[in-house]
């Protein structure tokens, strides 16, 4: 099955600077990259995701970046501010049949005022 | 719209006792999820349902059981409680298997001594 491989499990950064979350997959059938943003005490929350037609997708201060031929993809927040501060977790599936994500293990993102 | 409601939001329970978590949609969606969420192991899948009456096993399903009597309703079930199965539970929902984004309740915190 797929295994998602994500880092850093903790990223501190000051406000205003960036910062880049990265992932590896290990099946080359998955197809569909999605991220979550999980706040205390709530559910994750899909900000961005990202199919394997396209190599970069932003949405504001947010991107995602994909590279197929190397099984990685990555997350990047720019000008960031503390509300940008949570767990953030990539995922990974293939698109066939009944397929379901596979998470990685998520990174606390702490940004310091 | 409520969403994705669970429901208790936390519960303690001895060695051997069982119990039943409720998640309810109201997006009429098809597809829908319990996960469990382990620090340092991110978001694994425990069982699921592609439709009213269907269940199946996801990567972590010993131990639980599932129904989908109704389309609205996903139920967790514990049959005997173990404390390996402290941990904080999520059920989440998605319109169809092709990918749609996955909308997450907000947790259940459960404790086993």
């Known amino acids: 099955g797929e295994n998602v491989e994500q880092h850093p499990s903790t990223l501190s950064v000051q406000e205003g600077d960036s910062a880049v979350i990265k992932c590896t997959y290990s099946?080359?059938?998955?197809?569909?990259f999605p991220w979550y943003k999980q706040e205390l005490g709530k559910g994750p929350q899909l900000i961005i995701d990202?199919?394997?037609?396209?190599g970069e997708k932003k949405d504001q201060r947010i991107a995602v970046t994909l590279n197929k031929t190397a099984k990685h993809f990555s997350l990047h927040i720019t000008e960031t501010q503390p509300e940008d501060s949570a767990v953030y977790f990539c995922?990974?599936?293939?698109?066939?049949?009944?397929?379901?994500?596979?998470f990685g293990k998520g990174t606390m993102l702490l940004v310091s005022p | 719209n409520a969403g994705v409601t669970q429901t208790p939001k936390f519960r303690v329970l001895k060695t051997g006792q069982s119990m039943t978590l409720l998640c309810a949609q109201d997006?009429?969606?098809?597809?829908m999820y319990w996960y469990r969420q382990d620090p340092g192991m991110g978001l694994r899948l425990i069982h699921y349902?592609?439709?009213?009456?269907?269940?199946a096993k996801g990567e972590v399903p010993d131990g639980y059981n599932v129904s989908r009597l109704k389309k609205q309703n996903f139920l967790l079930g514990l049959e005997s409680a173990a404390p390996s199965q402290t941990s904080v539970y999520f059920c989440?929902?998605?319109?169809?298997?092709?990918?749609?984004?996955?909308?997450f309740g907000n947790g259940t915190r459960l404790t086993v001594t």
């Open positions: 989440a929902s998605s319109y169809a298997g092709d990918n749609s984004p996955l909308h």
């Open positions: 099946d080359s059938a998955s197809n569909y």
């Open positions: 990202i199919r394997s037609n396209v």
């Open positions: 995922a990974a599936s293939p698109n066939s049949g009944y397929s379901t994500l596979t």
């Open positions: 997006m009429n969606h098809e597809y």
């Open positions: 349902s592609v439709g009213e009456g269907t269940t």
